[in-house]
């Protein structure tokens, strides 16, 4: 059912970018799918899919109704005939053409006091030459070693091995979605510190990439679900998908606030 | 009425200033900055101008936000963007001295003809293959960014392109279309 709909959606998307002209599309066999299909919607997911479909087509009739306007128009000429005058003009006609109907704009920049005042601040916070030309202090250091307590308290190398972090968030992504489970992405990766988040985020790429869990999207929700795999499945030949989620600053702001 | 005559005088000469200096990113100002600097004869008061204009071939062009209006509202007027721009047109060699290659402009001819046939947008792999039959395909894709970088056309992130600003408040787009479909027409003709 929804590859059918998904179908219908993508075409008439078509005719809204332009790709088709709205008349090309059989508006009776696009109806006959939505009509068709209605009757069988089981979940709201198909529901949603149901009323995308609607709202793409309504777009089609505003595309044809636009269409009827520009035909009408003094404007409209016959596009095919449009394009091949385009093609067997050469460069000086076309050029000519233009500039028949070019009026280009006239207008002049100048000085503001506005412009002058700030030019004046940057004038007067910029750092003299020989301040900023000045070569860097390098003092020369003798090398020492490092104990690993010191290289872990620096955190150039984790506590733990990689392989055990993955563990660790498998078994926790157990504890919270329950074995096998889903779990909203956000819930799963959002923690009380924006650093921490990121944290989290990059782990479940990890965790999604080895086959510890997997990673859903349904764009019509807007919703990106993590699953617990009761056995992870490490198979280097599956194919990976790709699914690009922002854990920007601003959108961790957003969930904390929700 | 000597006052109030060099009002209007002293309205026009602000008038002046508000459009020919560029304030703004984009050149032009709307008609809610003109009322607020002129008052509310502020559309009388660019009449007058527009006429004075008219013996240095310049005129005022107003360019709404939503083509083919006909008949504008208040609101709408206000909402317009106006400009000073040449009232008559530029020949080929006028147009190289202020920096445009021959090739540059039949490009920029033929992708905003090819948008017009196409009611306003097209792909932007159609004009740079209608692009490719007058330019080298690598020359058809600069130009492309070219005329979008200077405001003529517009790129959305679906990779379709419009006609952006500049080239409503440029170019008169019927006489363009008339005179590529006449082409051919007014040569047997001749």
């Known amino acids: 059912m929804s590859s059918e709909l998904e179908s219908v959606i993508s075409l008439c998307r078509m005719v809204h970018s332009g790709k088709i002209e709205p008349f090309d599309v059989d508006f009776d066999y ?43 128009t003094t404007l409209y000429k016959d596009p095919f005939m449009l394009n091949q005058q385009l093609i067997n003009m050469d460069i000086g006609s076309l050029a000519d053409a233009f500039l ?30 020989d301040e900023r030309w000045q070569e860097p202090e390098v003092e020369a250091k003798d090398t020492r070693y490092a104990t690993r307590n010191e290289v872990h308290e620096l955190g150039i190398i984790p506590a733990e091995g990689f392989g055990e972090i993955i563990e660790k968030f498998w078994r926790e992504l157990g504890d919270e979605a329950g074995e096998g489970g889903t779990i909203d992405y956000w819930k799963w990766i959002g923690r009380d510190t924006y650093e921490e988040t990121v944290y989290r985020a990059y782990v479940t790429v990890f965790l999604v990439s080895y086959g510890y869990a997997n990673i859903d999207r349904n764009p019509l929700l807007e919703e990106t679900m993590i699953t617990h795999l009761e056995e992870p499945r490490p198979n280097p030949e599956q194919s990976k998908v790709s699914i690009p989620v922002m854990v920007d600053y601003e959108e961790w ?4 606030k929700e | 009425m ?12 602000n008038a002046v200033h508000l459009l020919f200096f560029q304030h703004h990113r984009l050149p032009g100002v709307r008609g809610w900055e003109l009322k607020k600097e002129l008052g509310n004869d502020w559309q009388n008061v660019v009449e007058v101008l527009d006429k004075q204009l008219q013996p240095l071939d310049l005129k005022v062009t107003r360019v709404f936000d939503e083509p083919n209006i006909i ?106 279309v008339d005179l590529v479909v006449s082409f051919g027409r007014k040569q047997l003709e001749a």
């Open chain 2, 71 to 176: 008949d504008p509202t208040n609101a709408q007027l206000s909402d317009a963007r106006y400009y000073i721009t040449m009232r008559g047109t530029v020949d080929q060699k006028a147009a190289k001295s202020i920096g445009w290659r021959i090739d540059d402009i039949a490009g920029l001819a033929v992708s905003v003809a090819y948008i017009i046939s196409k009611q306003g947008k097209a792909p932007r792999r159609e004009i740079e293959k209608i692009l490719a039959e007058k330019l080298p395909g690598w020359r058809a894709k600069l130009n492309l960014d070219k005329y979008i970088q200077e405001g003529y056309l517009g790129e959305d992130d679906q990779g379709i392109v419009y006609l952006d600003w500049r080239s409503r408040a440029e170019i008169d787009q019927k006489k363009l």
């Open chain 1, 100 to 129: 028949k109907s070019w009026h280009p704009i006239v207008e002049m920049e100048q000085m503001s006091s506005k412009t002058l005042s700030n030019s004046l601040g940057y004038w007067g916070d910029l750092i003299p030459l």
């Open chain 1, 30 to 72: 696009i109806m006959s799918v939505i009509k068709k299909h209605y009757p069988e919607i089981k979940d709201v997911r198909e529901f949603c899919l149901d009323a995308q479909a609607l709202k793409e087509v309504s777009t089609v009739l505003e595309n044809q109704n636009k269409w009827i306007a520009h035909q009408s």
């Open chain 1, 253 to 256: 702001k957003y969930w904390r």
């Open chain 2, 2 to 13: 000597a006052k109030r005559m060099k009002t209007y005088s002293t309205k026009i000469k």
